[in-house]
């Protein structure tokens, strides 16, 4: 259980272009899911929580007009890179929480394989 | 930054040998995780300590947590080739009631020598 989904695994675009990330909860409903972006051989860093039904809460220092968050169900996020640049190029991750109402299960991320975009 | 640092950065054993990760960390949490990363891949995770809990063991996996010293450690015993990956201890902080983030550490790059 607990499988989430991200497509696509690897995306190759033209500068000013627009990519859309999806991150799917497959066996679990998420009211809230998180998207991450990766530098190589780095940490993770949170760019913004998703909240199904209301606005993306974004980290200090991410511009919400380039990277835009759509939650519109309780299974399936979106990140949209728009007008993409090649300082864009990174792996973004998404993850997802389980809305059940145990204790702890709330405090587990389960991850989707990432994505690799890649900006010419 | 609320971001943790890990200890070593990266670690290289021989196969069958334990393999020690540590994480320190700067605010009063409400638990710590651990998760793994495969190259290339999303995490996966692996325990979960509770501020309150000063061990815990899952099969080959030990962790321990101080919290007067904001730190944790993981221990893999008997360790296995495909236990090569990135270790990330991740901790949360509560900023609204029910929507805990977390924030990750800068890994561990464990690589198991066959």
């Known amino acids: 259980g607990a499988v989430v989904s991200q497509h696509p695994s690897r995306v190759i675009c033209k500068s000013g272009t627009s990519v859309k990330i999806e991150c799917r909860s497959l066996d679990f409903q998420a009211t809230t899911m998180f998207w991450y972006r990766q530098f190589p051989k780095k940490s993770l860093m949170l760019m913004a929580t998703s909240n199904e039904g209301s606005k993306a809460t974004y980290e200090q220092g991410v511009e919400k007009d380039k990277f835009l968050i759509n939650h519109a169900s309780l299974t399936l996020s979106t990140l949209t890179v728009t007008s993409a640049h090649p300082e864009d190029s990174s792996f973004y991750i998404c993850?997802?929480?389980?809305?059940?109402?145990?204790?702890?299960?709330?405090?587990?991320?389960?991850f989707g394989a990432g994505t690799r975009l890649s900006v010419l | 930054s609320q971001q943790g640092e890990e200890d070593p950065q990266a670690l290289s054993i021989q196969e069958g040998e334990n393999a020690t990760m540590n994480c320190s960390y700067k605010?009063?949490?409400?638990?710590l995780q651990w998760y793994r990363q495969n190259s290339g891949r999303g995490l996966v995770h692996l325990i979960l300590?509770?501020?309150?809990?000063r061990e815990k063991h899952s099969g080959r996996l030990r962790v321990t947590l101080d919290t007067s010293k904001k730190s944790s450690s993981l221990l893999i015993t008997a360790s296995r080739a495909a236990d090569t990956a990135s270790y990330f201890c991740a901790t949360d902080y509560a900023w609204s009631f029910g929507n805990e983030k977390l924030t990750f550490g800068t890994g561990t790059r464990l690589t198991i020598i066959p």
């Open positions: 993850s997802a929480r389980d809305r059940a109402d145990k204790p702890l299960a709330k405090n587990i991320q389960y």
């Open positions: 605010t009063s949490i409400n638990n």
């Open positions: 300590i509770r501020s309150n809990e």
